[in-house]
């Protein structure tokens, strides 16, 4: 493979050409945009530090960890405070914290004693072997009980997805829990069984893996691997049609064409479904333009110390919709890492719309502070303005892994198979996470190197 075009300059498409350069093979990345890093924002305003998308990246892989080592960035690397592990779920219109043990689940005022005596009764459910695909809200009420889907699950899938449980496919957005249900019958015994075949494959559970950071937030990781790319990446550069002949791929931009070996698409779903391809045999992408992205808006927050009752000494808080509450959920940015805040002050970064309520993410700015104060105001007692406020509006943020999502992945394996040279990776393909979509762009580049060609 002498020469590979990527398009997309998110972290699955710079991770992809990281590694593909690092093998000897000529990349060229082609980004629509003016900056690379996708989503990965992270602004800084003397002391303050706003990450506009995601807080952190979860050490699920060890791909993900060597990343880190091979950008040279392990000591710039910083693991959240130990002391900010506590998460918060919003019950009663308060923030009160999740167990951290089997005896603190049992003694919590967070669920009723049904709920309780239903988790305890969930090893003995018989598993569904009729393969139906159920969504994530059928699993947990045939599993679990409905207490446990509003008050729990719910804003689980709030703070992942930003999306709907009742719409959300059990095996292609949480396809680990539908594992442990086929593999050992049920969700508890999986976590107890299954410890020995997770430590063999190196994969560790999102909800035990690290979660790190930079010195200077996320954006210090796509900041360096474009840095290595130098004039391999054409910012500004959206890519107008692809044409496949005898000698390549040719990719044309406003700059012109170029003939590559293979393409790589590591951009979006729905930008997918619009890009024009010229093949012998006929590409259809117009399905992928169904695949359903919600609008979120980041409202990041500052404030005095004495101006927030609640201790915000975790790692926030998710509110399920049966609060009736318009915030997704909150992360105490301040408290993950040092230096989000001046002295004395702490960050919090809320999150609004999604699938949930998408008509509130496209709100004016002054709209979504007060949105998100009058939520504070209830569930951690803030008082007062914030003295530090930057938002961040995504009009298509996480596409949405819904029921009946396998047509799409089977779609894009059916035109892998048949267009030998393109590919497909990124966060609508292989998980919506930021490890996952890193881990996406190693596995792609294993791949198209040199050694494994095919």
């Known amino acids: 493979m002498r020469s590979v075009a990527i398009i997309g300059a998110g972290i699955t498409g710079l991770t992809a050409a990281f590694y593909l350069k690092r093998r000897g093979v000529r990349v060229t990345v082609y980004e629509a945009g003016p900056r690379a890093g996708g989503v990965i924002q992270s602004r800084r305003d003397g002391g303050w530090l ?26 710039r690397r910083m693991v ?10 919003v019950r009663g219109q308060k923030a009160i914290a999740m167990p951290g043990s089997p005896l603190g689940f049992l003694t919590t005022k967070l669920f009723s004693f049904p709920a309780k005596l239903a988790v305890l009764r969930e090893p003995f459910i018989k598993p569904r072997r009729d393969g139906v695909e159920e969504s994530i809200a059928q699993f947990v009420v045939r599993r679990f009980n ?57 994969e560790v559970a999102k909800d035990r893996a690290a979660k790190f950071s930079f010195d200077e937030g996320l954006q210090v990781l796509p900041d360096t691997l474009a840095a290595t790319l130098g004039d391999a990446l054409k910012l500004d550069s959206p890519v107008e049609k692809l044409a496949r002949s005898a000698e390549g791929w040719t990719v044309t931009t406003p700059g012109g064409p170029a003939v590559h070996d293979a393409v790589i698409y590591c951009g979006t779903a729905h930008r997918l479904a619009q890009l024009r391809v010229e093949n012998p045999e006929p590409v259809d992408f117009s399905p992928f333009a169904r695949i359903i992205y919600p609008p979120v808006a980041s409202v990041v927050l500052g404030f005095r110390r ?149």
């Open 50 to 75: 706003a990450e506009c998308g995601p807080n952190t990246i979860l050490e699920t892989s060890p791909k993900i960890a060597q990343l880190v080592r091979d950008a040279g960035l392990a000591a």
């Open 306 to 454: 004495e101006d927030v009752t609640h201790p915000c000494a975790g790692f926030g808080m998710l509110i399920p919709k049966i609060e009736g509450l318009k915030i997704l959920g909150t992360i105490f940015s301040s408290a993950l890492f040092p230096n989000r805040a001046p002295a004395g002050h702490v960050t919090l970064t809320s999150y609004v719309g999604g699938a949930r309520y998408p008509e509130l993410a496209g709100q004016t700015q002054d709209r979504l502070v007060e949105t998100v104060m009058g939520d504070l105001r209830l569930l951690l007692g803030v008082r007062g303005r914030p003295v530090f406020t930057h938002c961040a509006f995504y009009p298509k943020a996480i596409p949405q892994y819904n029921v009946g999502y396998g047509a799409y992945r089977n779609l894009l394996t059916d035109i892998e198979t048949r267009t030998p040279g393109l590919h497909f990776a990124g966060h609508y393909r292989d998980g919506v996470s930021l490890g996952d979509s890193i881990v996406s762009g190693v596995n792609i580049a294993e791949r198209l190197s040199p050694a494994n060609k095919g």
């Open 146 to 202: 409905q207490e446990f889907l509003d008050h729990a699950i719910d804003a689980l899938v709030a703070g992942i997805y930003a999306g709907d449980p009742h719409q959300l496919s059990l095996p292609h957005a949480f396809p680990k829990l539908k594992a442990l249900e086929d593999n050992y019958g049920s969700m508890i015994k999986g976590q107890l069984f299954g410890a020995r075949a997770r430590k063999k494959s190196g």
């Open 80 to 89: 959240n405070d130990p002391a900010a592990e506590a998460r918060y779920l």
